[in-house]
């Protein structure tokens, strides 16, 4: 049996095998996404000129529409093989075309579901030596993933009145990640919605955790959150010893952990998991950029089987989370190959011993252009490269709002030789670099060299604002920052 066939009709939509054809020009895409997208931004990046649309050459290269050739440095950590790469298009394919595939598998078990949520305990399992029986809840996206752990670990303590975190942290934009997002120009306007039990330590300071956790008592203590490598916070790491020394302070009192790995895992930093390697097994654990292969979003949230159970594993508590679309079969395919190639890659080694070479190249370059670099930082394939504040704008600008034309104007100087970087959302001056972790060495230099090039040829902040501070530039910032 077939649905039944409707005749085309003419009208005012675009259809969707125009788009498919390449028949929306790129300033029919501005025009459109201005009018009824996040208009400001996209008008910043079409004047900024990195807006694209881009089409993929390679994984790891785009073309814009003026005919310029990028590496693709950016992809906010969610690209670990590449812009749509080969291997995973090809076997999604094989996916799509078994027609007896149930693609939406919400109200029964699924085989993709079941085999991620496996080989993801294994997973943790051989890393940490721990977590044999634990479970895996799924969701549509890396805040997603947050708040279902913050939820697992409420159940789990029911009398626990706060939650810690830490300084810079990023965990997401809903209103439960937001809340341990200490950031007040995200945060703003939704403070009054927010959970106000948040409590807020100097990251990487072991004893503030003990003195907090003495304060208020372990038992009111719902979790602890943090993110083992401030990812958008520019790359920050915290000092040596400071995640194992929360694993016993925490483990101590009974406070459980929740690891965000959500930008560091599955190899990103040089590991399967950042918390794990430096010494703490965490009680919750959230993935999500790189399962998903750039393809799919995926957000997953790992959590002990005592814990889990608290929150859905009871007739009556059984309804208290759940989503419509997380464990998708297309999600849970691409994530099921996706961690497969990660595995027989070996990706995490990889990312150690390419990130190691590149952060060496990024400290030689920050030596020799101290005024554009005030410092750089990374672990494996995650790089940040902080921009000293521009001076001399043509206005008087709020601190941030300096911050914020910094790092635009060094990403459109990457940009124009050839590299494509990412802002950071907890720190405007800190550009970061997230190339695929499959990508090929010669390429790696590559990008290791215009960077290079790029920072001798613009060595001071100064230099930047002369060659990018123009009016029309300064025009839009000011009304996207400041109007
Ligand atoms: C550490 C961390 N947690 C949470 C998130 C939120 O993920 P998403 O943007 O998929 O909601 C991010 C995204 O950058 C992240 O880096």
Known sequence: MTAPKLPAVSSDFIR?????????????VYELEERHGQGKLMRLLEVVGVGGPFRVVTPWELDDPEGRRVINASGYA?????????????????VLEDPTQIMFAQQSTSTWRAALEANLVRLLARES???????VFFSNSGTEAVEAGIKFAQAARPKGKYLINFTRAYHGKTLGSLAV????NLQGPFKNILNPAVITLPFGDAAALERAI???GGGNIIAVILEPILGEAGVRLPPPGFLKRVGEVCGKAGVLVIADEIQTGLGRSGHWFQSVADGLIPDILMLAKPLGGGMVPVGATIVRHEIYKTLLGSIETVKRHSNTFGGNTLAMAVGLKSLE?????????????????GLARLQA?????????EDVRGAGMLFGMNFRPLAALPFKFQADLISEATGIMALLAFYRSGVLLNFSLNAARTMRLTPAMNMPEELFDTMFDRVERTAAAYPSSFKLVQRYGTPELMKLLKAAFLE
């Open 181 to 184: 997002t200490p950031n007040p």
């Open 16 to 28: 969707a095998d125009d788009v498919l054809g390449g028949k929306l020009s790129a300033a029919k």
């Open 214 to 216: 003495k304060r208020v």
């Open 78 to 94: 969610a690209l670990p093989f590449g812009d749509n790469p080969p291997e995973l298009n090809a076997f999604l394919r094989r």
């Open 365 to 373: 370059i920050q030596k020799r252009t101290p005024e554009l670099l």
């Open 129 to 135: 030596g721990d977590h044999h029986d634990s479970k």
């Open 341 to 357: 190639l990660l595995l027989d890659g070996d990706y995490p080694a990889r990312s150690r011993r390419l990130g190691e070479r």
